[in-house]
């Protein structure tokens, strides 16, 4: 069974676009996160949903709009997308709030391309 | 979160023992020690982590300093799957959301 898995794997888009990309996770975690990875191969935190809620948001464009329905789903929806926004996205999920030693599980990424 | 210092690159050949250092000078008392590793095309993945002991877990074993200022990854045998890079990361008590990646050490295996 995967433990966090997201779809599409590959998305390839023209500049403008509105998409999203969706995660679940079926391990009962409570914190939900969204990553960036960029060409230079820089993993950066985006978003941290706690309980549905929303705790970290990092200096990100408001194009970029996460959606929590419930605890096992943490969607990211990008309007107007922009060529910079080419990136490997990934999910992950913690069962708490990733400090005394919690460990976050990543899913298997989605590679984004702006045309 | 405290900052963390790996060399970029190590080599190591097959089925030998790999030491994966990392430096974190300016650790505080309640950071935790985190590594995670990313195989090519994947998600990072969790190796193992720790406090102020020594830890083993099946993957890999974890030595830290008395001071805490530094630890080393330890790879009791390196196959080629292990090739990746290996993040050390520093995350600080209860209400610490994130992880802070830096650049981490690109681990070469050869066969």
């Known amino acids: 069974d995967t433990a966090v898995s997201q779809t599409p794997k590959y998305l390839v888009t023209q500049m403008g676009n509105d998409k999203s990309i969706k995660c679940e996770q079926n391990?009962?975690?409570?914190?939900m996160y969204w990553y960036k990875q960029d060409s230079k191969k820089f993993l950066k935190i985006m978003f941290s949903?706690?309980?549905?809620?929303?705790?970290i948001n990092e200096t990100v464009p408001n194009r970029f709009s996460p959606k929590s329905p419930d605890k096992a789903h943490l969607n990211l929806h990008i309007n107007s997308l922009e060529l910079g926004d080419s990136a490997v996205y990934f999910c992950a999920s913690s069962l708490g709030t990733s400090g005394w030693g919690d460990t976050q599980y990543f899913g298997p990424g989605t590679r984004l391309t702006v045309l | 979160d405290a900052k963390t210092t790996q060399p970029n690159s190590m080599e190591s050949n097959e089925e030998e023992p790999v030491h994966l250092p990392c430096n974190h000078s300016?650790?505080?008392?309640?950071?935790?020690i985190h590594w995670y590793r990313q195989l090519p095309s994947q998600g990072p993945e969790y190796v193992i982590h720790g406090l102020t002991s020594n830890v083993n877990n099946r993957m890999a074993s974890l030595a830290i300093a008395e001071d805490r200022k530094s630890s080393t990854l330890i790879l009791h045998r390196a196959t080629l799957r292990d090739a990746a890079v290996y993040y050390c990361?520093?995350?600080?008590?209860?209400?610490?959301?994130?992880?802070?990646f830096g650049k981490g050490t690109k681990l070469s295996v050869i066969p």
């Open positions: 391990l009962g975690h409570d914190t």
């Open positions: 990361i520093l995350n600080s008590g209860a209400g610490s959301y994130q992880l802070t």
């Open positions: 949903y706690n309980n549905k809620e929303l705790i």
């Open positions: 300016t650790i505080s008392g309640t950071d935790y």
